[in-house]
C-alpha cells in the first residue's frame, strides 16, 4: 500500500480543519482530557501515526473509527501522551511550581514555625518527577535545608518503575530539559549512566501504591498528579480527584497534567493558581463546609 497522505490542519474553514476540531472535542468530550493548548503541528504528527497505522486518510473517517473502537482510542491517548519521563518535564509547569507553589509554601509554613514539607507524587513512574521536585526544594531552601523536614513521597504501581527509580541512575535520554549546571551539580556521570547525589536521594522515598487507596501520609501540602487521569474512565475521574483532595491540606496545592480537565463538580472547591498548567489551591473553607 502506498503511503497515505494525512491531511494538513493549516488550512482555514476546511473540512478537514472542522473535522480536526470535531475530533478534539470528541477527545474532550469522552475522556475528559483538554489538547487544546497543545500546538496544532504536534496534534497533527501523533494524529498522522494513528491514522496511517490503521489506514484511514481523513480526519473525518477516524472520527468514526474512535467512535466504535474503544481501544484505537487507547492507542491513540498513548500516542499523544509520549508515555516518557525525563526530569522537569514541562518546563513552564517546573518554572510555575517554583514561583507559583514552592516559594509560597515555604515562606507559609516558616511563618507559621513548622519548617515542613509533605508532598506526594502519585503516578512517579522511573522517579525524575519527585527527584525534580526535590532538586527544586533544595535549590530553594539552599543552607536551611537541614533545619527543615521535607518528605517527598513517590508512588506508582510498576514495580519495575520503582526499582528503577529508587537506584538512582539514568541515561542522557532523561535529561531533555534539566539545565546542564543542575546535571553537573546533583549528578555523577560513570560512562553513559548518571547517578543521582545521595542528598537528593535521600528526600524522596518509593512506594508501591494503588492511586486510589491512601496514601503514606494522611495529609499533603503538595500532590502533582501529572497526565494519571487520563488512564481512568472519565466517570472516575472525579472519584480520584476527591481521593486526593481529602488527603491535601488545607492552602494546599494540587498539580494535574496540561492536557487534564480538573472534573466540573470540583471547579468551584479550588482556587486556580495556574490555569493553563491545571495548578490548583485549597481553600481553608469550601462551599462543602458551608
Given at each position: 500500500m502506498s503511503e497515505i497522505d494525512v491531511p494538513s490542519v493549516t488550512g482555514v474553514n476546511t473540512d478537514e480543519r472542522r473535522a480536526f476540531d470535531d475530533l478534539l472535542a470528541h477527545i474532550r468530550r469522552e475522556r475528559?482530557?483538554?489538547?487544546?493548548?497543545?500546538?496544532?503541528?504536534?496534534?497533527?504528527?501523533?494524529?498522522?501515526?494513528?491514522?496511517?497505522?490503521?489506514?484511514?486518510?481523513?480526519?473525518?473517517?477516524?472520527?468514526?473509527?474512535?467512535r466504535s473502537d474503544p481501544a484505537e482510542f487507547d492507542e491513540l491517548l498513548d500516542a499523544l501522551n509520549i508515555n516518557v519521563s525525563y526530569f522537569f518535564r514541562d518546563e513552564s509547569a517546573f518554572v510555575a511550581l517554583r514561583y507559583g507553589v514552592l516559594m509560597p509554601l515555604i515562606a507559609q509554613q516558616a511563618a507559621v514555625g513548622k519548617n515542613r514539607l509533605a508532598i506526594w507524587s502519585a503516578?512517579?513512574?522511573?522517579g525524575e518527577e519527585p527527584y525534580s521536585v526535590a532538586m527544586l526544594v533544595t535549590e530553594l531552601l539552599g543552607s536551611d535545608l537541614r533545619q527543615w523536614n521535607v518528605l517527598i513521597h513517590a508512588t506508582d504501581v510498576d514495580a519495575d518503575a520503582?526499582?528503577?527509580?529508587?537506584?538512582?541512575?539514568?541515561?542522557a535520554h532523561s535529561f531533555q530539559d534539566l539545565e546542564t549546571n543542575l546535571v553537573e551539580k546533583y549528578f555523577v556521570?560513570?560512562?553513559?549512566?548518571?547517578?543521582?547525589?545521595?542528598?537528593?536521594r535521600q528526600l524522596v522515598s518509593f512506594k508501591k501504591h494503588d492511586l486510589t487507596t491512601p496514601p503514606p501520609l494522611p495529609h499533603y501540602n503538595l500532590i502533582l498528579c501529572r497526565?494519571?487521569?487520563?488512564?481512568?474512565?472519565?466517570?472516575?475521574?472525579?472519584?480520584?480527584v476527591r481521593h486526593l483532595l481529602d488527603h491535601l491540606e488545607p492552602d494546599g496545592y494540587l498539580m494535574l497534567g496540561m492536557s487534564e480537565m480538573l472534573p466540573l463538580a470540583l471547579v468551584g472547591q479550588l482556587e486556580v493558581v495556574e490555569g493553563r498548567?491545571?495548578?490548583?489551591?485549597?481553600?481553608?473553607?469550601?462551599?462543602?463546609?458551608?
Amino acid at each position: 500500500m502506498s503511503e497515505i497522505d494525512v491531511p494538513s490542519v493549516t488550512g482555514v474553514n476546511t473540512d478537514e480543519r472542522r473535522a480536526f476540531d470535531d475530533l478534539l472535542a470528541h477527545i474532550r468530550r469522552e475522556r475528559g482530557l483538554d489538547y487544546g493548548q497543545y500546538k496544532d503541528n504536534f496534534l497533527y504528527r501523533r494524529l498522522a501515526m494513528r491514522m496511517r497505522a490503521r489506514e484511514i486518510d481523513t480526519y473525518r473517517e477516524y472520527l468514526t473509527l474512535l467512535r466504535s473502537d474503544p481501544a484505537e482510542f487507547d492507542e491513540l491517548l498513548d500516542a499523544l501522551n509520549i508515555n516518557v519521563s525525563y526530569f522537569f518535564r514541562d518546563e513552564s509547569a517546573f518554572v510555575a511550581l517554583r514561583y507559583g507553589v514552592l516559594m509560597p509554601l515555604i515562606a507559609q509554613q516558616a511563618a507559621v514555625g513548622k519548617n515542613r514539607l509533605a508532598i506526594w507524587s502519585a503516578g512517579c513512574a522511573t522517579g525524575e518527577e519527585p527527584y525534580s521536585v526535590a532538586m527544586l526544594v533544595t535549590e530553594l531552601l539552599g543552607s536551611d535545608l537541614r533545619q527543615w523536614n521535607v518528605l517527598i513521597h513517590a508512588t506508582d504501581v510498576d514495580a519495575d518503575a520503582l526499582a528503577q527509580a529508587r537506584r538512582g541512575t539514568y541515561k542522557a535520554h532523561s535529561f531533555q530539559d534539566l539545565e546542564t549546571n543542575l546535571v553537573e551539580k546533583y549528578f555523577v556521570k560513570n560512562e553513559d549512566t548518571y547517578v543521582l547525589e545521595p542528598t537528593i536521594r535521600q528526600l524522596v522515598s518509593f512506594k508501591k501504591h494503588d492511586l486510589t487507596t491512601p496514601p503514606p501520609l494522611p495529609h499533603y501540602n503538595l500532590i502533582l498528579c501529572r497526565n494519571i487521569l487520563i488512564y481512568f474512565a472519565r466517570e472516575y475521574q472525579e472519584e480520584i480527584v476527591r481521593h486526593l483532595l481529602d488527603h491535601l491540606e488545607p492552602d494546599g496545592y494540587l498539580m494535574l497534567g496540561m492536557s487534564e480537565m480538573l472534573p466540573l463538580a470540583l471547579v468551584g472547591q479550588l482556587e486556580v493558581v495556574e490555569g493553563r498548567l491545571r495548578i490548583y489551591r485549597k481553600p481553608k473553607w469550601t462551599k462543602e463546609d458551608v
